[in-house]
């Protein structure tokens, strides 16, 4: 088992070489591992060498070549990254609250980006997101109720089946089930009291697809 040190070392090496196609120097190393002296960074690569994990190069200066990596991480190591994890996973992200979106009958699509909204960072951790607030109960069966907070995720395509947002004819955005019929898209809502809208393709334009629902109870 490779100490913190070493193991923070050898990953060092091994990206460098990749990048570079030549080793680190030592005073790149000792900054990536927090060492003041060079012997300390002699230390770290004999115990690397001996371990069999690198090999210096003959015939070349400063030449290292990382031969295999470790199976498992120092616990030290580990302990760190599970930190930072729950550091995001209890960060706050800031994304653009749009305003209201019909989940009823279209209404006008909102760009205001004067307003935004703080969630959980890992549900917004990968990609671009926005906020819509719900108006209507055309989604009542898929358990997206009037006043909810719909979170999306920024997208321009989306497959069959999933809850897009769709900008219709450039003026009107729903928040519909996506359907693609031939030259067709069906906005296909989720209450049987409100009919699916079928529309040319050229007119109906996704603006993203629903991540997840905040909904406040008071």
């Given at each position: 088992?490779?100490?913190?040190?070493?193991?923070?070392?050898?990953?060092?090496?091994?990206?460098?070489?990749?990048?570079?196609?030549?080793?680190?120097?030592?005073?790149?190393?000792?900054?990536?591992?927090?060492?003041?002296?060079?012997?300390?960074?002699?230390?770290?690569?004999?115990?690397?060498?001996?371990?069999?994990?690198?090999?210096?190069?003959?015939?070349?200066?400063r030449?290292?070549?990382?031969?295999?990596?470790?199976?498992?991480?120092?616990?030290?190591?580990?302990?760190?990254?599970?930190?930072?994890?729950?550091?995001?996973?209890?960060?706050?992200?800031?994304i653009?609250?749009?305003?209201?979106?019909?989940?009823?009958?279209?209404?006008?699509?909102?760009?205001?980006?004067?307003?935004?909204?703080?969630?959980?960072?890992?549900m917004?951790?990968?990609?671009h997101?926005?906020?819509?607030?719900?108006?209507?109960?055309?989604m009542?069966?898929?358990?997206?109720?009037?006043?909810?907070?719909?979170?999306?995720?920024?997208?321009?395509?989306a497959?069959?089946?999933?809850?897009?947002?769709?900008?219709?004819?450039?003026t009107?955005?729903?928040?519909?089930?996506?359907?693609?019929?031939?030259?067709?898209?069906?906005?296909?809502p989720?209450?049987?009291?409100?009919?699916?809208?079928?529309?040319?393709?050229?007119?109906v334009?996704?603006?993203?697809?629903?991540?997840s629902?905040?909904?406040?109870?008071?």
């Amino acid at each position: 088992m490779l100490t913190e040190k070493q193991y923070k070392l050898l990953l060092f090496i091994n990206k460098t070489t990749k990048e570079t196609g030549c080793s680190p120097s030592f005073e790149e190393m000792k900054e990536a591992v927090g060492l003041k002296s060079k012997s300390g960074i002699h230390a770290l690569i004999n115990a690397l060498e001996e371990r069999e994990f690198i090999r210096k190069l003959p015939h070349k200066a400063r030449a290292l070549e990382v031969i295999r990596m470790p199976k498992f991480k120092p616990r030290a190591i580990m302990e760190e990254e599970k930190k930072k994890e729950l550091a995001l996973q209890n960060a706050a992200a800031q994304i653009p609250l749009y305003g209201k979106i019909a989940a009823g009958t279209p209404i006008e699509a909102i760009a205001d980006e004067t307003e935004t909204l703080s969630i959980p960072y890992n549900m917004v951790a990968k990609g671009h997101f926005y906020a819509l607030k719900i108006e209507g109960d055309s989604m009542r069966d898929a358990g997206i109720l009037d006043g909810d907070t719909a979170i999306i995720k920024q997208a321009d395509t989306a497959n069959n089946g999933q809850i897009v947002v769709a900008l219709v004819d450039n003026t009107e955005a729903t928040l519909k089930v996506l359907q693609k019929k031939g030259e067709e898209v069906w906005l296909v809502p989720c209450n049987s009291e409100y009919q699916t809208r079928k529309l040319d393709a050229k007119r109906v334009k996704v603006q993203g697809i629903l991540s997840s629902i905040i909904r406040n109870y008071h």
